[in-house]
């Protein structure tokens, strides 16, 4: 076997499946889950008939690199979202099977194993890049986000000899689950390390669509591009279609950027069979083409967090994000639990799920701890009225507690 795969810890919720072993909830209440990242809005019923229209395409074996309307389509897209010049489907697009897969796969095309590599990982994050690493060979390095920055990591507090292994860094923005949005500043800090030790930047952007406000997340081939760095080096972007125009199940995303690292990818993915069904590349053409679904489910989620924000900040500190449908929130020390009891009690009690933090974080490499210990993540993903029953349920846990303000 892959001595590898022993160095993976169980997913989140794996975790959070064995925490409840056992225990039964409280028939009380109807059961109401903010634990996991799924979208729970309605899919735009012009995909569903796209797909369904496209149905022949199951006869035929997709190619791996996608059809060229399918590229073209998202170069469209990313022109007009971030405001760049045209960019290449034949050499700077590739469509892949949801942001996931790529995300892994990618680390076992620019990891050496030999030389001693790491992969740098924001922490808390999204598991996937901690597997990516091992199973390429590397170790993850853990760099934590920082709330006085706003959940920003302290990549400048890496010491030189760190940076000089590390071979490919993992950015997430918007941030899960801290929801922290990376200015061009930060961008401009990440690029400027990565021209020194040659390392390559993975921007993960799936959350980019899901905002509050007018103005949208900066992404990093925008933020590239406003720099002066018009070839992208050492950077791919990677975006979905699960969060923006909620068909997690169709598993459609791409990654773009750098057509030299492009090339490279291209060829492993060739021989890993990661190609997109014809149906679902037809189903995508049409999604990347509409923006008026993308308004609309924008809106439901601005609804959803006007109201459960302030509703939770009685009992938690917790402020809205930047961007995602995540709440990061911070259980009060003078609650005195743990953010894992907490889940268990909130579950036991009142029949609600959401996940601790400590199983989104990593002991942070320079020594400094969990950054998820005492904190909670809420998936703002089911319908207004199901998350503010969720939130009075939170109070009315909280309420519990001798030292709650309420």
Not at 68 to 91: C, D, S, V
Not at 315 to 336: K, R
Request: hydrophobic share 40%.
């Amino acid at each position: 076997m892959n001595p590898h795969l022993n160095q993976l810890q169980p997913y989140p919720f794996e975790k959070l499946r064995q925490l409840f072993a056992g225990q039964q909830p409280s028939t009380t209440y109807s059961p109401i889950s903010l634990g996991i990242g799924e979208p729970k809005h309605s899919t735009p019923q012009f995909i569903k008939n796209v797909l369904a229209e496209s149905l022949g395409g199951l006869a035929i074996y997709p190619t791996t690199a996608g059809s060229i309307a399918l590229r073209t389509a998202i170069a469209t897209w990313l022109g007009k979202r971030y405001g760049l010049p045209p960019i290449n489907p034949e050499t700077q697009v590739l469509p892949v099977n949801g942001s996931r897969e790529a995300l892994f796969a990618l680390a076992q095309t620019i990891v050496d194993p030999a030389a001693r590599a790491l992969v740098m990982c924001p922490n808390p994050m999204y598991q996937i890049y901690e597997g990516a690493a091992y199973l390429a060979g590397a170790q993850p390095y853990f760099v934590g986000a920082d709330p006085v920055r706003n959940f920003a990591p302290d990549y400048l507090g890496v010491p030189d000899a760190v940076w000089k292994r590390v071979q490919l860094l993992y950015a997430c923005s918007p941030g899960n689950p801290t929801g922290n949005v990376m200015r061009l500043e930060d961008w401009d800090a990440l690029f400027t390390l990565s021209d020194k030790y040659g390392f390559v930047i993975a921007a993960d952007e799936c959350y980019s669509e899901i905002y509050f406000g007018n103005k949208a997340p900066l992404g990093a081939l925008e933020a590239a591009y406003r720099l002066g760095r018009h070839d992208y080096a050492r950077l791919i972007a990677f975006s979905s279609l699960s969060k923006r125009s909620n068909v997690p199940g169709m598993r459609s995303g791409f990654v773009a950027g750098d057509a030299t690292i492009l090339k490279d990818f291209l060829r492993y993915r060739t021989y890993q069979g990661g190609a997109m069904s014809p149906s679902v590349q037809e189903a995508s053409i049409a999604a990347w083409g509409d923006e008026q679904h993308v308004l609309e489910n924008r809106h439901q989620y601005h609804e959803k967090f006007q109201q459960i924000t302030p509703m939770l900040q009685k009992v938690l500190e917790v402020c809205l994000p930047d961007a995602g449908f995540y709440l990061w929130a911070l259980i009060p020390a003078q609650y005195n639990i743990s953010d894992t009891e907490f889940a268990y009690r909130l579950y036991a009690e009142y029949n609600v799920t959401v996940l601790p933090g400590s199983y989104l974080g990593r002991e942070s490499s320079d020594g400094s701890g969990n950054p998820g210990c005492n904190r909670i993540r809420m998936a703002l993903v089911a319908d207004v009225d199901e998350c503010r029953e969720a939130a009075n349920r939170i109070i009315a846990f909280c309420q519990s507690f001798n030292n709650c303000p309420l």
